[in-house]
Structure formats: C-alpha cells, structure tokens
C-alpha cells in the first residue's frame, strides 16, 4: 500500500523522488516524506497529508543531494501523524523507508529499549532503523548491518537504507512487499512500483524473495536468501512514462471506465482467432492441465473476488465443473479441503495482494493440480509464482476504485471458462459462439458508454441519500455486489448488495421511500422472477432503478425509473456490460457529493500487508 522510492545519482535526486511519490500516490496514504544526503548530513522533511503538503515544505526550505530516499505512508501501526511518518532515523546519520508489517516489532522494541535506544514513533518501522544501527556500532559494514537486521525480523517488508557514513549507496531487501531496481547510466533508483521511475529508466530488476541488494551510482549487487550474489535478469518495461496521465479527463478513474472498450479488446488480442481460444496464452502446459480438471477453486479479494463469483455460475453452467471462491483472507485460515485435479485460480490486478499471494503460497503445498493467475502486472509477484498466468493488459489503473480492471478480468474468465470448456463438453460449434461473444463486448460497451448523460442526470437523486441497496440474480448478482461497492468506495454511501430472491428474508425491511433500489435486469432466464422481486420493492414504496434490456417488457412509470441496455446481450456478456453504467452512476455521485473520486479515504489501490 505504501509507496517507496530511492536513487543513487551525480545529480540532484530530490526531483525524482518527488515525481516518484506523486506517480504513486494512487496506491493511498496518510502522509509523505522524503530523506536525502545534502553536503555530507542526512537531511528529512515530512508531513501529513498529500505530497503536496510535502513538496510546499521543499519550496519553503530546499533540499539538494545526490543520494535519497521517500515515502507515502498509510497507517498500520500508529495513527497518522508526521512523527509517524517516514523516513525514520536512528541517530542523525542512518535513514529507512519501509513498507510491511514487523510482527515480532514489540519484543525487539523492548531489547532494544533496555539497550537505551529511545523511540520517537509508535512504528513498527523504528524498530528496523535502530536494530541496523545497533549492528553498525558492533563495527558491521552497513550492508552486513541490514543483513543481520532482516535475518531476525519476522513479517513483511520492502526496506531501503541510508547512511551519511556511506552517502554513495543504498541498501534493500525484500521479504513479502515488491520492490524493483530502475537501472539507469551512471545512476540507479528503486521503488515499490515500475510506474514510480518511467521517467527515469524503463529497465528494471525485479527482487526476488529474500534478497538483499546494494546499488550505487556505478554498479548494482543482489544476493539471494542464501547469501550468494546472484544477477537478476534486467527487464525492459513496455510502459511509457505518460502512461499516468489523466488525459484530459477530469479524474482517473472516468478516464479508465472510457478505456474499458480497448482495454478488452487488448486483452483478447491474439488470444482469440478463427473462433477458436489459444489456450496456449495461458501458458504451454495450459491444455494438459485443463484437460486433468475437474474441479477450480478461485481466490481474490475485493473487486476481483466479486469476478471469482462471476466466474464461478459460468465455470458450472458452461464448463459442468464445481467451481468455489473464496475470499484470500478467509482462505489463508480455514484450511480447506483440496478435491483430486483441481485448478488454484488467483485473481489481483496488481499482483501484490499480500491476502491473495499468501494464499497461492499456501495452495502451492496443498495438493493442487495447479496454479493460475488472472493479473494486470506482468512483472508482478503473483503472476511470477504461478505456473500458468493470463494478463489482462489493462494498463495502469490509478483510481482506487477498480473499473477497467474489473472488466478485463472478467474477459480473462471468460476465456478460462472456454478453455477449460474445450475440454469438458463443449464442441467447436459452442466455442466458436463463445469466443463470437467475447469479441462483441468492447463493441457493446462502447454503445453503453453512451449512458454517461443519464447517469450524471440520474447522480442528482443519489447526493443527498445515506443508503442503496442494489439486487442481481444468477450471475448478475456479483456485479449488483461490485456495483454497491463501487458506490461506497467512492461517494461514502452505505449500500448493499442482495441477490433479489433473497428480499423477503430481511432486506424488505429497511426499503422506504428514503431509499434507492438499484436492480441489472439484462433478458434472461431469471427476469420473470426478477420482475416479481421488485414489485415487492414498488409495494413498500421503494425507489427503483432498473437497467433492463430493451426486449424486457419493462417501461418507467411512477417510482420506477427503467435505463435501457443494448439489445441482445447474453448471459456471458452480460457481467461486462452491465457493470459500466453502475460505475459511471457511482462515479458522477461522488462528484456531486466532492470526494476525492481516485483516492477515497482510508483505501488503498495495491494492499500490500495482511
């Protein structure tokens, strides 16, 4: 969740540190602050709030140096506050950034409090700071220092280190939270994310776990968990360093949900042709491990978990295989029983998730048949633990509310759902209709997209409302729960979802006039039933709004407003497409009610700790 940047240069890098910190500002904080070697003293500002708050206290009292480090903290242990804030010190001559959680950071606090080492922060972080300086007055080189330090701690962390005794290196190591060297000419730089250092380097190295590495301005060494210097392949990014920009949208997460069509379409490119799935994007021992299916357990949090439900009606309706999911926080703990040839299935978009990755970890050891991850970050953790991987090339999502990669997630099940069909029933005359479906959705996106007017006409009536509840059935009922999500994410109103059938057992009694009733109502199977359900609603004086199709019969009359959907869009579609305007409606309540659409408070883009 934290943000970290680093450099080593013959120039002035508190420029770059700060262009870093705002590149991550997406992931969410509470506070900022940066450390650098200027003339031989280490030197720090931070502040709470926004690296504006920060980059106000540079202009008001400079700093210049050619060896830093910087930090966007978001609270874990202590409140927010700038004495809690980072780059922590020990002494006046040794600095740390880090991201993680310390779990043993009591019992070390207390040994080193009885050594006389006096806290200033009420971190986990301190902690470090002052155990590596503890090592440095046993006369140990700074690198050996860190090596000793992270060799006793027990947790997560993504760490950098400074000293103004060695003002020419910096110091990492990572165990749990990613962390990347940029690699440039005659300098280098580090971060917890690519997207930090694009305007820098496009080459990178990505620390593996249990590394530690050093880099100076002319050179880099990592050595691995066993101590041994090892070189890490260098990886040239595809990213270009605009790829942040708002593009003349008012926020992020607007421009991403206009982005959805391409990015659909991207992730199905050459993927599908001739109305067949290569199964082999999915890696080259894909068709073997589909073919030895018989059952897929999906793991995901938030947004992604709600794709996992999505996936799991279509994995049993098309595929005639048991498919579960699970939230990776429940997972981790409940020690689930493993079914004979099933497929792990993890779902993240930054690859990071400190929940999902220990569950992949987990399952690596528990008997399944294998591994697979549906992720937006090539180089991410996630996607380099598993054993077959499928990217949904949506780009960088800087909004917090998670839009495009919703959507290209659900298009990456989608072709799940057909490879693993190929193998368990369906023919080439089925999945030649399939794959015929995943083509139209940036099509019929597109055409959704064009409910942008009603949905900032239709926000008007949500502004001043304290609860919504949204109902779905069948494989529309995850996308009622991401819809709801979406609202109380980003407008800070309470809403819920329910599967509609679901009404009469408790939900009936909150709804009153008071209350808006939200329903995705696409022609199926189950719209019959739906349409029952929210007579239920009009009969205790609910408010609806309904997204139908157009052949569903539905009109607006009073206390009913109806938005019509495209015509023909079927039950596989149908998740993607109907999402759209349920982001734009949550999206334009927020403007209305002025929070701050890309960084609600208290959220995180990537969690990076349990």
């Not at 720090?44 to 709030?49: E, P, V």
């Not at 080193?112 to 080189?141: C, K, M, N």
């Not at 000293?163 to 300098?187: F, H, K, M, N, T």
């Amino acid at each position: 969740m934290c943000g970290i940047v680093g450099a080593v240069a013959e120039r002035n890098v508190i420029p770059i540190l700060m262009e870093g910190l705002r590149r991550l500002e997406y992931r969410g904080y509470d506070s900022a602050g940066v450390a650098c070697i200027a003339d031989g003293r280490l030197e720090r500002r931070r502040r709470l709030g926004k690296v504006a708050e920060l980059q106000a206290a540079l202009d008001e009292s400079p700093l210049r140096g050619h060896t830093g480090i910087a930090h966007t903290r978001w609270a874990t242990h202590g409140i927010p506050s700038e004495d809690n804030a980072h780059p922590h010190v020990s002494g006046d001559h040794l600095s740390i950034v880090h991201n993680g959680i310390i779990e043993n950071h009591e019992q070390l606090r207390a040994e080193l409090e009885a050594d006389g080492y006096v806290f200033d922060t009420d971190t986990d972080t301190e902690v470090i700071v002052h155990r590596i300086h503890q090592h440095l007055q046993q006369g140990q080189d700074l690198f050996d220092a860190v090596r000793g330090t992270v060799a006793e701690l027990e947790g997560a962390y993504a760490l950098v280190v400074m000293s103004q005794d060695d003002p020419d290196r910096l110091i990492l190591a990572r165990c749990g939270c990613p962390v990347v060297i940029g690699a440039g000419i005659g300098e280098n730089f580090v971060a917890s994310d690519v997207a930090a250092l694009l305007p820098v380097t496009r080459r990178f190295i990505f620390m593996e776990e249990g590394d530690i590495a050093e880099i100076r301005p002319g050179g880099i060494k990592v050595l691995d968990e066993s101590g041994s210097e090892i070189q890490r392949p260098i990886t040239e990014s595809e990213l270009s360093a605009d790829a942040a920009d708002k593009g003349g949208y008012r926020h992020f997460m607007l421009k991403e949900i206009h982005e959805q069509a391409r990015a659909v379409a991207q992730t199905l490119e050459e993927r599908v042709a001739k109305g067949k799935l290569l199964e082999a994007a999915f890696g080259p021992a894909a068709s073997g491990v589909f073919a030895k299916a018989q059952a897929v357990h999906i793991v995901a949090c938030g947004t992604s978990y709600h794709a996992g439900l999505v996936a799991s009606y279509l994995v049993e309706q098309i595929c005639r295989l048991p498919c579960s999911v699970d939230i990776a926080s429940e997972y981790r703990y409940r020690d689930p029983v493993v079914q004979p040839n099933t497929l792990f299935v993890t779902i993240s978009q930054s690859g990071e998730t400190a929940d999902t990755l220990a569950a992949l970890r987990l399952a690596k050891e528990a008997g399944y048949l294998s591994t697979l991850a549906i992720c937006n970050v090539p180089e991410s953790s996630l996607v380099r633990e598993s054993e077959l991987t499928m990217l949904t090339r949506a780009g960088p999502e800087i909004g917090v509310a998670s839009t495009k990669a919703f959507t290209t997630q659900l298009t990456a099940l989608g072709m799940l759902v057909i490879a693993l069909g190929k193998h368990h029933g369906c023919d080439a005359e089925r999945e030649r209709g399939l794959v015929t479906r995943l083509i139209e959705i940036p099509g019929l996106i597109e055409e959704t997209l064009k409910l942008d007017g009603a949905m900032r006409a239709l926000a008007k009536r949500f502004a001043e409302k304290h609860h919504a509840l949204f109902l779905g059935r069948g494989v529309l009922y995850p996308v009622a729960m991401e819809g709801a999500l979406k609202l109380k994410e980003i407008s800070y109103i309470h809403a819920e979802a329910y599967a509609a059938g679901e009404l009469k057992h408790g939900p009936l009694a909150l709804v009153d006039d008071d209350m808006p009733v939200i329903a995705v109502a696409p022609n199926n199977d189950l719209l019959e039933k739906l349409k029952s359900n929210l007579m239920e609603v009009r009969a205790r004086g609910g408010e609806l709004i309904v997204f139908a199709d157009p052949e569903s019969g539905m009109e607006s009359s009073e206390g009913v407003t109806v938005i019509t959907m495209p015509r023909h869009i079927t039950y596989f579609q149908a998740p993607a497409v109907y999402t759209v305007p349920l982001q734009l409606l949550s999206y334009h309540v927020a403007v209305l009610k002025g929070t701050d659409v890309d960084q609600p408070r208290n959220l995180a883009k990537s969690v990076t700790v349990e």
